[in-house]
């Protein structure tokens, strides 16, 4: 069965690093990915990885891929107040480029900033 | 610009009747999704349509109804049968090419008074 977990909440000062941390159970996520949702607002895509990398940084963004604990964290470097979301990792069965594709997300996790 | 639009943004209603979000896409992708989201549930599958005329249920579809006339619009019925349900509704659409990830609406709150 398909079943992602995150942690509910999060609290970093301004300028310290987020790890925020996620583990799913599908060993056969082919991709996974971080979203982020402000206040009210939908869910935007912030960063993916494949399931075949263990590493992928993006500015800020860094996300680490543990296959064999099934293990997926976000850390955000340099956390700002305007970082401050509900985060939700997903992960992603099935054809690239199917439409029957399939995503089952965690229960996201509030980061908060602190000034 | 191309994107996903969801309407209303709120919406009240009285117990027993029924009542239809509106979602618009104009990215000319072929699925749609409806997802419910509750605080601390994180998001769960209601309906999906890979293609137009043609839906399947997800895990919590009773007391919602759907159609998938056109490409663009995949509108949600949340009927008197739905026990609870005010909540958050995300309605979200994907491609073919790229990423695979999935593009949202910013959501229609629905309130039951």
């Known amino acids: 069965g398909e079943d992602v977990e995150q942690s509910l909440f999060l609290s970093v000062r301004e300028g310290d690093s987020s790890v925020i941390n996620c583990t799913y159970t599908?060993?056969?996520?082919?991709?996974l990915y971080w979203y982020k949702q402000e206040p009210g607002a939908g869910l935007q895509l912030l960063t993916y990885?494949?399931?075949?990398?263990d590493m992928k940084q993006d500015q800020r963004l860094t996300v680490l891929l543990n296959k064999k604990d099934k293990h997926l964290s976000l850390r955000i470097a340099d956390t700002q107040t305007g970082d401050s979301a509900i985060y939700f990792c997903?992960?992603?069965?099935?054809?690239?480029?199917?439409?029957?594709?399939?995503?089952?997300f965690g229960s996201g996790t509030q980061l908060t900033v602190l000034p | 610009d191309g994107g996903i639009t969801q309407s209303p943004k709120y919406l009240f209603r009285k117990e027993g009747q029924n009542v239809t979000l509106s979602c618009e896409q104009n990215?000319?992708?072929?699925?749609m999704y409806w997802y419910r989201q509750d605080p601390g549930q994180g998001l769960r599958l209601i309906y999906y349509?890979?293609?137009?005329?043609?839906?399947q249920k997800g895990d919590i579809a009773e007391g919602y109804s759907v159609s998938r006339e056109k490409k663009e619009s995949f509108p949600l019925t949340v009927t008197s049968a739905q026990k609870n349900p005010t909540a958050f509704y995300l309605c979200a659409s994907i491609g073919l090419a790229g990423t695979g990830e999935l593009f949202f609406g910013e959501g229609s709150r629905l309130t039951v008074l």
């Open positions: 997903a992960e992603s069965i099935g054809p690239r480029s199917g439409s029957a594709r399939q995503l089952t």
């Open positions: 599908d060993s056969s996520s082919t991709y």
């Open positions: 349509s890979q293609i137009v005329n043609d839906f």
């Open positions: 990885i494949f399931s075949n990398m």
């Open positions: 990215l000319n992708h072929d699925a």
